[in-house]
């Protein structure tokens, strides 16, 4: 359930009509609705009340806004994060450094380092040789880093190929034929402190099956570990849970997710930890939008919007969908294509979709892009990068300022040698 309805014929973010928005900030602006945020953030939470204490982390990389952070920081959130930029983010809005776990197949010597002098709660190392790079960094500082191995179980997460991450081919952990002897390794390395062990399959899953498979072989790796000597303390279970995209469509719920970890986990006797990305941000935004202008097509009409795949490039990169739906809509519906103004066939957000009847000067929305929406944005076609709003009750702030095409080519320089 999101905070994005009509009310008396005009699409509202909680209490504040769509309109008021464009008209006070422009369009193309992203949406975000706090109460959407912190309802999923609760429904995330009490799905996982059978666990014992379970530690949540934001994938930031979902949302990495800072007003979205605190938001998430309120509600007693960590987070994931996967590059030094994302690290100082997370503390900036707020979240403990304790409650942060640092992924990511490429964190540099210099991302690592800032991770230790942070004092992050865990690192999450996706190969044995990040993590003697860790140790001897950390040997240095006098400290122990606290670690979990990241596996590759080799599950197919049926989900697009660009967002799986589970698959022996995929670059993400360690094999899992090797993790055993690779964990025990490093177990034997002072600057760190082998703890557990992570694994995330994928993204958008719409089906719990392979998870569980994943976490069945991260249960059984660690009674090997166990067997072997190894201590195991914490299991990091990633994030992945699908959203719907589609009206009424139909996705495994938070709740069957956290009933299918507990009787997976059931014996494990380990701190569960979770980093959930797109299920807690995805319905709380939307990116609203003008028509531009209708222009005929030769079967169907093509709607071109003031929002490109520069704004949203889930349509461009993965084929996604995403609900489209006018602020006012008439009743009338039609067939038509919609379009950003880019110069590139991609830039198309939907062929042959039956959506509310628009006009030039019409508002309207892409529904569910408050996860990995305004953090993929580019300035290509220089577009300047797209706005950000957070809307509270009655309340609504502007939480990213739209950077103009202007202030990016005040960062270009014309070196003196090219001058004739
Ligand atoms: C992207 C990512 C997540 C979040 O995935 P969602 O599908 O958004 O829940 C969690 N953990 C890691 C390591 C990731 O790369």
Redesign the pocket.
């Known amino acids: 359930m999101d905070h994005f309805q009509l009310r008396d014929g005009i699409l509202h973010a909680e209490d504040v009509p769509l309109p008021a928005i464009a008209e006070e900030y422009g369009t193309p602006v992203y949406v975000y609705s706090r109460a959407t945020l912190v309802r999923h953030a609760r429904v995330f939470r009490n799905a996982l009340s059978g666990l014992k204490d379970p530690h949540i982390a934001f994938?930031v990389?979902?949302n990495p806004n800072l007003a979205v952070l605190r938001v998430l920081a309120n509600e007693g959130y960590g987070a994931?994060v996967?590059s030094g930029g994302e690290l100082t983010r997370a503390l900036a809005a707020g979240m403990k450094p304790e409650d942060i776990v640092f992924?990511?197949v490429g964190k540099t010597h210099a991302e690592l380092q800032q991770g230790l002098e942070s004092g992050i709660g865990q690192f999450?190392i996706e190969s044995e040789e990040e993590g003697y790079e860790l140790a001897a960094i950390a040997r240095r500082f006098g400290k122990r880093a606290a670690c979990a191995l990241?596996v590759n179980p080799d599950v197919d997460a049926r989900t697009h190929e660009k967002?799986s991450?589970g698959k022996r081919e995929n670059k993400?952990g360690v094999p899992f034929d090797r993790a055993q002897e690779i964990y025990a390794a490093l177990a034997e390395e002072d600057g760190v402190d082998m703890r557990g062990i992570?694994v995330?399959i994928?993204?958008?899953?719409a089906d719990l099956t392979p998870l569980e498979a994943a976490f069945e072989k991260v249960g059984s790796l660690i009674d090997s570990l166990r067997a072997s000597g190894c201590q195991v303390t914490h299991a990091d279970l990633?994030?992945?849970?699908?959203v719907p995209y589609k009206a009424g469509e139909q996705l495994p719920a938070p709740a069957e997710y956290g009933e299918m970890v507990a009787r997976v986990t059931r014996d494990w006797d380990v701190q569960l930890m979770f980093?959930?990305?797109?299920?807690i941000a995805g319905n709380a935004g939307v990116l609203l939008t003008r028509v531009i202008r209708v222009k005929r097509g030769i079967e169907r009409p093509f709607v071109v919007v003031d929002a490109a795949m520069n704004d949203l490039a889930r349509p461009a990169m993965y084929g996604a969908w995403h609900d489209f739906d006018a602020v006012e809509p008439t009743g009338e519906k039609a067939i038509s294509h919609i379009v950003g103004p880019i110069c590139e066939t991609g830039d198309t957000f939907a062929m042959d979709r039956e959506c509310d009847v628009l006009v030039a000067g019409d508002l309207a929305i892409f529904r569910t892009a408050g996860?990995?929406g305004a953090t993929m944005a580019s300035s290509y076609n220089s577009r300047g990068f797209v706005a950000e709003v957070l809307v509270d009750g009655d309340k609504h702030a502007v939480v990213a300022d739209r950077i103009a095409a202007g202030a990016i080519m005040d960062a270009e320089r014309v070196p003196d040698w090219l001058e004739g």
């Open positions: 994938a990389k979902a994931d996967v992924s990511g999450n990241r967002i991450t993400f992570a995330h994928g993204s958008q899953l990633g994030g992945g849970l699908g980093e959930p990305g797109r299920v996860a990995y």
